[in-house]
């Protein structure tokens, strides 16, 4: 995503181009970059330069990448920290900046380790082409002082990591950086997830379970993509908002009062059931007519009481209440499937799975103010049960047999469980029927185009987006929708 920030800046560091013209020059160069890609690199790119110039000392910017390479008989072995980098005119001091998309915050010890090495003692050289071959590192290495900081690209935030000399990096190297790469090298840890689309090592990882034909759709050779149930409601919203969320452009904040709520709930039920698996007791939530708060979620007033009455109703039809043979429980797992034939990574996240007398039970929870009706089949109202019957029915949690998908909805009112059977030849036909029209569209698409609407009003990415109408005031808010209209935040 920040290709073509990158590619500016070159263009205004290293051949001279004012800035206008070097993002004009990139636009025509990437005619295929999205449109609200392009807005965010080139406000990203007006900010970088705009907080990044050191008027008070020459730092000239270096285009080579600063290498430390070892050569084995067997294998070379190079460091080396992407980002962007600039030294004084004699050489003795160097500075690594990471570039982050949002406001600029902590990075970890081993990566300020990394920068701060290769700084201190890499030498230069350009990005080998073809990529599979090695540095040529040539001229000279190191330098007396390093600086590590980091630019946030949204705000042009600048945060400065480490101000050291050459000694002192050698010796934070040694107790943050070096045993990091120790891991890396010789790691076997696989964590499969929203990464794995962009990795070279997809095709013979043992990571992601696969299963083709999960989504019933076909890709022809249309490049590897991630998904979530989330990702595709976005996608039915709205095209380029589903996009821009994708690749992680900075977003207002996007909560309002009753989602955060809604996130407190699952955030206190997650808690308890880590602490209890004994089944949940009146005892264990929160109490009314008190504020409370779960993880990171803060609830108060109204809010706090809905809250509480709904989690109180959990306890009714708590899993693990009177549960003969529970085991294997996982609180909110990330399951990760490749879908060959879609050519897409599926990620999904349910609230509660865990195996019952020897079969797989995958739990959602839903909180809402609506009160009950029976209008839709669940399957074609919440996907993620159409992707949880598709995912058991394919063994995706492992050999043994599929239980059932269940959703819990609590109201303030009451709770309720609704129960599918993943054996059932007819719901898995229908859960791979919702999938198949919710993920058909966005597979075949490429150009995720806008489709302005009402939603514009609390779309977190509208900042970045061209076709964004603009906040009309004299709009009333859609409280009944639990929407609310916000200037989009300087996040
Ligand atoms: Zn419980």
């Excluded at 051949?15 to 807005?39: I, N, Q, T, Y």
């Excluded at 034909?213 to 076909?218: I, P, Q």
Aim: glycine content about 8%; hydrophobic content about 40%; charged content about 25%.
């Amino acid at each position: 995503m920040l290709g073509p920030v990158m590619a500016a800046l070159d263009k205004v560091e290293f051949d001279g181009a004012a800035v206008g013209d070097a993002l004009s020059e990139v636009r025509r160069e990437e005619m295929s970059v999205h449109p609200g890609v392009r807005r965010y690199a080139e406000h990203a790119t007006r900010m970088y330069l705009e907080n990044c110039s050191h008027e008070d000392e020459e730092l000239r910017p270096v285009q080579e990448s600063w290498i430390v390479q070892r050569v084995l008989p067997s294998v070379v072995w190079e460091l080396y920290a992407w980002g962007r980098r600039y030294e004084a005119p004699d050489g003795g001091l160097r500075e690594f900046r990471f570039l982050r998309l949002g406001p600029a915050r902590e990075r970890s010890p081993a990566e300020i380790a990394i920068a701060a090495f290769v700084a201190a003692f890499g030498t230069p050289a350009a990005w080998p082409k073809p990529w599979s071959e090695p540095f040529q590192p040539s001229g000279r290495a190191g330098a007396k002082r390093v600086r590590v900081l980091e630019v946030g690209l949204v705000d042009g935030s600048v945060k400065l990591f480490l101000d050291a000399t050459a000694d002192d990096v050698e010796a934070y190297f040694a107790e943050h950086g070096r045993g990091r790469i120790g891991q890396i090298a010789t790691g076997e840890e696989v964590v499969p997830g929203f990464g794995c689309a962009t990795c070279k090592r997809i095709a013979v990882c043992h990571g992601p379970v696969r299963v083709p034909g999960l989504l019933g759709v076909e890709s022809g050779q249309g490049p590897l993509r991630t998904i979530s149930v989330s990702g595709l409601r976005y996608y039915r919203t709205c095209p380029a908002q589903a996009y821009l969320r994708t690749v992680h452009l900075p977003r207002a904040y996007e909560y309002s009062a009753e989602a955060e709520m809604g996130q407190a709930v699952h955030a206190w039920l997650e808690k308890v059931h880590q602490r209890h698996q004994g089944g949940c007791g009146t005892e264990m939530m929160p109490r009314p007519g008190e504020d409370w708060s779960a993880g990171e979620w803060r609830v108060r007033s109204e809010f706090a009481d809905l809250g509480a009455r709904m989690l109180a109703h959990h306890v009714k039809v708590c899993p693990f209440q009177e549960a003969p043979d529970i085991d294997s429980v996982r609180l909110e797992p990330r399951l990760t499937v490749f879908d060959t034939t879609a050519r897409a990574v599926v990620v999904a996240k349910p609230d509660l799975v865990y195996r019952e007398e020897g079969r797989w039970v995958w739990r959602e929870l839903k909180t809402t103010r609506k009160p009950r009706r029976h209008l839709l089949d669940p399957l074609e109202e919440f996907p993620q049960l159409a992707l949880g019957v598709a995912m058991l029915a394919a063994g995706v949690l492992g050999p043994s047999g599929a239980g059932r998908v269940e959703l819990e909805i609590l109201r303030p009112s009451g709770a309720e469980i609704v129960l599918i059977d993943p054996n059932d030849p007819e719901r898995v036909t229908t859960a791979r029927r919702v999938l198949r029209e919710w993920a058909g569209p966005w597979r075949a698409d490429s150009s995720f185009e806008a489709r302005p609407s009402q939603n514009c009003r609390w779309c977190p990415v509208s900042r970045w987006c061209p076709s964004y109408p603009g906040h009309h005031p004299e709009q009333k808010d859609d409280e009944e929708n639990g929407a609310v209209t916000r200037t989009p935040a300087e996040s």
